[in-house]
Structure formats: C-alpha cells, structure tokens
C-alpha cells in the first residue's frame, strides 16, 4: 500500500517539477505530457458544479496517471489539465479558449460546465480544429450545427426528464385512467438547457395528449418560487416538473413542503448536484430526479471498476459522493485517453477519427458518437428519493426499485 | 396572462395567500433597504454591497444549522458579526470614499461586493445553502391559505429591530449623533461629534442589518455566494419608493413591495418579477421627477 502511494507521490512530483521548470504557456510541456485545456466556472452562478467537473476531470487524470499513462507509439505519456475560470459567463468562456489554444498551445479540449458556456466554446475549437471532448453540454442545439471537433459524453438534454412523463402515463393507467388525462405544471429556467429539457418534455407530452395547465419560466437570478408553486396549487396537475440547476432544485423543494402543495408526482434535474436528501432529509422523499448515471448501475471498465467503485473512490478523494456532473467528467478524460492509445499519434485530424470511432464501455455508461458527436449509446436513467436514498426507477431495464406512486398529501407525510 | 388574472379572481384565497406571502417577508426587505438608506442618508453612499453582507448573513445562518445550534440564534450572531466586518470594512476602504463624489463610492461599493462574492465562493462554499430552522406551517381555510412560521418570526423579527432602531436614533446620543451628521457634517464636527466615529457606526449598523435579514433569507430560501444582487436592487427600490430617513416608510414600502412581487410573478410569470421591480422602480423615478416639475413650477 505504502509502495504504491509512494509510486504515485512521485509521479505526481515528477510531474509537477517538470511542469514548474518548462517554459509558461506551452502546452505540449515536454515528451512525456499530453496536455488539456479546459475553462470550468470556478466563480460564478455554475461554480457548484464546476467544482463537480474539475474534480471528476482530475480524479481520473489522477487514476489514469497513476496506472502508466497513455500509449502512444510505444511511449508512455502522462495527461495534464490547464484550468481557467469562465466565470460562469459565455463570453469569457470563449476568449479563454482561444487563449488555451493561441497562447497555451493546447491541442485538445475539455468541455466547460453547462450547455450555455459549452455552445460559447464550440465555434472557436471548431474554427481552429481542436477537438473538444465534453461531459456537461446536453442542449440539443449543440448537435445540429454539424460540429466535427464536438463530442459530448454524455445523453442530451431533451432525454432528461422524458422517461418522468412516461411514468407518468404508465401510472395513470395503472390508475384507471386514461393517460391524456394527465395534467402537467412546467417550471423552467430561461437557459439553453432548461428550455432543451421543456422541449423533450413538451414532445414527450404531446405524444401522450396530455394537458400543460402550468408553462413558467424561471429568471437565472431565481430566488423565490412563491409565485409560481401557489399557481400550481390552485391548478392541482398530476405532474409538476422543475429543472432550474441546483438552486431550482433546492428553491422548489423547500418551498413545495413550506406552502404545502400537493403533487402527486414531481420530476426534477439536479437534485443530487443541490444535495437534497442531506438538506431536506424527509420533505425530498418521492422526488423523481433525472440522472445521467447512478452508482448502481452495472457498467464497468479497467480504469475505476464498476460504476459503485467510482462512487467509493471519488467519495474518499473528495469527502462527498460523486454526482453524475463528477462522473460524466471523469468519463470524458478516459474517453480522451481510449482515442489517444487507438490513434497511436498525437496528430489532431488522428486523434479526432479516433474519437469519432470511440465505441467503448466505462464506469459511466457505453460510449458511441453519432455524425453530431454526441453519445447515442447511454440512456439516462430517473432515481426517486426513497428512504433518504436515490434508487433508479426507470427505464426498467436498469430499475433497482419499484416506484412509489402517488406522492401522498403533506398531512399524511 | 389574462388567464392568470382570471384565476386569482376564481380563486380569491389564493390572491389572499400570494399577498399575506409577500407581506410576511417585505419586512425582511425593509431591514435590508433602511440600512442602506442609513448609509446614504448620512454618508452620501450607496451601498452596493448590500447583497453580499445579507449573503454572508445567510451563510453564519447556515453554519449554525450545520453545527446543530437553532439559526435562529443566529440572527443576532449573524448581526454581530457583520457589525464587525462593517466596521473594519469602513477602515480599510469606505472612509477614503466618504466625502468624495457619489461615483466613486458606487465604485468602491461595487468592488467590495465582487471581492466578497469571490471570498465567500473560495472560502467557504460554492454550493446552494439553507439554514433549517426546524418550524412547520399552519394551514387556513383547508390548506389554501399557509403560514409558514419561519415567515412570521421574520417579521416579527425585523418589526423588532426596526422598533430598537428607532428608539437608537431618537433617544441615544450615538443615534442623535448620527441624525446630527446627516443633517450637517460640518457643523456636527464643529459641536465636537466625531463624525469619523460616526461614519464607521453607521456602516457597521447597515452591515449588522445586512446580516440579520441574511440568516432570515437563508431559513426562508436559499443562499449563494452569487446570489446577492436581487437583495440590493430591492432595497435601492423601496428607498427610492420610500425616501431617506424615513423608516416607517420603508418598512410600508418593503411591505408592500414584497406582496406587489407576489402578484406580479403570478400574473406575468415568475421570470418578470424582478423585471417588475425593475421597472417600477422606473415608473417612480419618472413620477418623482414630474412631481418635481410640479413643484419648481410652484415655486417661480
């Protein structure tokens, strides 16, 4: 045990005394070093789950490192990441691009966090031919205007909360009651993700002849949901849905048990980002939340195991357990790492038709690039909040639990 | 949203909770906009760092929780605190800016407020927080009508400072002192006041009032270290509504302020309410100045 932490302390020295005595700004540091450059809100209204990204980014640089590095052409490269703070602002976000690729010299990107910053980036990697792997840009809109250099980990975003609406139908019949039936309440926040999820949503509940009784919009500088959950209670849906990043998450929880709304179902993004079950404990139970993966899930690969074993290794490197933002990033370094070994050069037009041909397996779920490059392999599973732990309830392929269904009122809760 | 018009005028109850709603938490917007109508009353500063200070309030309010201790302890904690961050605040920045033009201490303000946002994010955390409180609601009119608890004491709170404060300024001779500078400066220092000592009382007091309304905010909603803007623009709001140095008027105007909110994010949708604050506070500006008008026209 002690050898080996020993091995990897001085790999990492290694590492960083040959990174303090190169020259500043040049990316390809040495012969040894395959370097990335990536822009992560550190500051900034998405600095909650920057922080999530970078540490799954440098968790698997870490493990990645640590097993020998990459192989290209018969010698072993070690990977290492260039950071800049985007500030969580789309402008900013692009002129560090262009400084990681013009001054820094990098020669391969890593995705920024979010799909508003990701769709600032994507037009100055493409315009220099740098190919960018990203973890956490789900908007569809990323993926239509015919991108060479995007490739996106992880589902898109209009698959979010579908499978909800789904379950939705599936439980009213289950009821009795004819699917159409269904009354729907949408709380959306006005960002390019959100409104992707409301249009896989809307799609979904068209298909079903449900009825939308609530359409909002929340503001970016969301601070109170009174307003529009009272609405809500007046027109009792079956369903309400909520994706506002962590802080609609967190808003619509606490405020739903404080006005005591009653629904019977209630679909959100980013409850495990916003903590919900250590900060709610109890009022978050029968909450159905979209996820990219879970640690349950029965994927595995040579770098981390199983999909539980990164749950345990992120939790012991990090002190919290990793929610799917950590893992999706995680995902993309080894995706990274998986072209550079098949391409067998660190010539960019090689290593982005490697990337192009990923198919592979990892701890996060399968990985495979359509034209648009985004990954059609993974589908995204739904845990519901039970017992003060996330369970996947659908698809019913990867369920580990039966859901529980209706929500019952607050008196009775 | 003629839709949504119609369905309060269906649901009556539900226009009486969106209101009684709005109301119960105005009060914590009042505490927020009289410290900063203190600050420009008497130092000619608008404070715009107001946001962060409610923030960091937040955040104690927060840890408390997280210790185990009731956040309500914290409200006074939280003002303690503050106090002394205000204090040392007006030390190190805000007595170079006191007398100088109002753009400068707008600057000075501004920049304050992005470096604690930037501190609070590194420091100590980048996450959305509350603060449980542990308090439940009470249910009217078979659930239509809900009052949660933590909003009552919020008002009853910020009812209670304003009560203290008002009886500071009028009684205590630090309170006269400050009523003093405001009025004339020069002449406060002439009488012997020492205006600088007075200056920093004052900060400090908008920072401790900052701070007290943040640890309500973190037990009502939410906070994040970037999160303190919509605090500052309200309170400058029912200043403007309100006028200086008028504190029964900024707590009628925080009122009603915060049911007006309510309303407007029900009937033209949640992404307008602070757009609506905006905009009224465009409406009164313009208003204010034709009564203006009026009046010079008088005058000649």
Redesign the interface.
């Known amino acids: 045990m002690m050898t080996k932490f020993g091995l990897i302390n001085a790999a990492v020295l290694g590492t960083a005394i040959f990174t303090a005595s190169s020259a500043p700004g040049v990316a390809v540091a040495g012969s040894d070093e395959i370097v990335l450059g990536a822009a992560v809100s ?4 998405y ?2 789950n ?2 999530h990204t970078i540490n799954g980014y440098n968790l698997a640089v870490k493990h990645i490192n640590a097993m020998g590095g990459v192989k290209v052409g018969g010698k072993s490269y070690k990977l290492k990441i260039i950071y800049y703070d985007d500030e ?1 602002r789309g402008a900013r976000g692009a002129q560090l691009a262009e400084r990681l690729i013009n001054q820094d010299h990098v020669k391969y990107m890593l995705g920024p966090y979010s799909s508003g910053l990701t769709k600032a980036i994507a037009p100055i990697t493409e315009k220099y031919k740098i190919p960018m792997v990203e973890a956490n840009g789900a908007s569809r809109s990323l993926f239509t205007k015919g991108y060479k250099y995007l490739f996106a980990v992880l589902s898109t975003s209009e698959q979010y909360l579908a499978s909800a609406i789904a379950l939705a139908a599936e439980q009213a019949k289950k009821a009795g009651r004819k699917p159409s039936s269904v009354k729907v309440a949408l ?1 959306f926040e ?1 960002d390019a993700f959100s409104q992707d999820v409301r249009a896989g949503v809307i799609e979904d509940v068209k298909k079903h002849g449900m009825r939308i009784v609530v359409d ?4 970016p ?8 959950l ?2 809500v ?3 009792k849906p079956d369903l309400l849905v909520v994706s506002g990043h ?2 609609g998450a ?2 619509a929880i ?2 739903l048990a ?3 709304v009653n629904v019977p179902m209630l679909a959100m993004t980013h409850c495990d980002s ?2 919900v079950i250590k ?2 404990g109890k009022k978050a139970e029968y909450t159905l939340c979209a996820s990219q993966w879970a640690p349950t899930l029965s994927y595995k690969d040579k770098i981390f195991g199983s999909a539980g074993d990164f749950s345990v290794t992120f939790k012991k490197a990090y002190g919290y357990a990793p929610p799917y933002q950590a893992a999706e990033s995680a995902a993309a370094v080894m995706v990274y790492a998986d072209a550079f070994a098949r391409a067998n050069s660190l010539n960019t037009g090689k290593v982005r038709a490697a990337l192009a041909a990923t198919n592979m397996q990892t701890f996060y779920g399968n990985v495979k690039f359509d034209g648009s490059g985004k990954n059609i392999a993974k589908p995204m599973v739904l845990y519901q909040i039970q017992d003060g732990k996330y369970n996947v309830v659908a698809p019913t392929k990867w369920a580990s639990s039966a859901i529980r269904h209706p929500t019952p009122v ?2 009775k809760r | 949203m003629i839709e949504n018009i119609l369905l309060l005028l269906q649901n009556p109850v539900a226009l009486l909770d969106l209101v009684l709603q709005g109301l119960l938490v105005g009060a914590v917007f009042a505490l927020i906009a009289y410290g900063m109508a203190l600050v420009w009353g008497v130092m000619n500063i608008i404070n715009i760092s107001q946001g962060e200070f409610v923030i960091l309030g937040g955040f104690i309010a927060f840890y408390f929780s997280q210790w185990g201790i009731s956040p309500l302890f914290a409200v006074p904690a939280a003002a303690g605190a503050l106090y002394a961050i205000g204090w040392v605040l007006y030390r190190i920045v805000i007595y170079r800016v006191v007398d100088k033009d109002l753009f400068i201490s707008i600057l000075a303000t501004f920049g304050i407020s992005i470096s604690f946002q930037q501190i609070m994010n590194e420091a100590l955390t980048a996450d959305v927080e509350v603060a449980n409180h542990g308090l439940g609601t009470w249910s009217f009119v078979g659930g239509d009508i809900t009052v949660e608890q933590i909003r009552l004491v919020a008002l009853v709170f910020a009812l209670l400072i304003g009560v203290l404060l008002a009886i500071y300024m009028r009684r205590s001779r630090a309170g006269q002192a400050i009523r003093a500078t405001a009025q004339n400066p020069r002449a406060a220092r002439i009488m012997g006041i020492n205006t600088d000592q007075v200056y920093a009382r004052t900060y400090a007091l908008n920072a401790a009032l900052c701070g007290a309304a943040g640890a309500l905010v973190a037990m009502i909603w939410a906070v994040q270290a970037y999160g303190g803007l919509v605090y500052t623009v309200r309170a400058f709001m029912i200043v403007i509504l309100a006028g200086l140095g008028n504190l029964v008027g900024v707590i009628v105007a925080g009122i009603g302020l915060g049911a007006a909110e309510n309303l407007a994010g029900f009937i033209l949708g949640l992404e307008f309410q602070i757009a609506f604050v905006f905009g009224l506070l465009v409406v009164v500006l313009i208003y204010r100045r034709i009564r203006l008008g009026f009046a010079r026209r008088v005058l000649s």
């Open positions: 550190k500051t900034g209204k600095a909650t920057g922080k969580s709380a006005n909002g919009k929340l503001p500088e969301l601070n109170d949901m009174t307003a529009i009272r609405k209670k007046v027109v962590s802080k967190a808003l606490r405020q404080a006005m005591k916003a903590r900060k709610y607050w008196s």
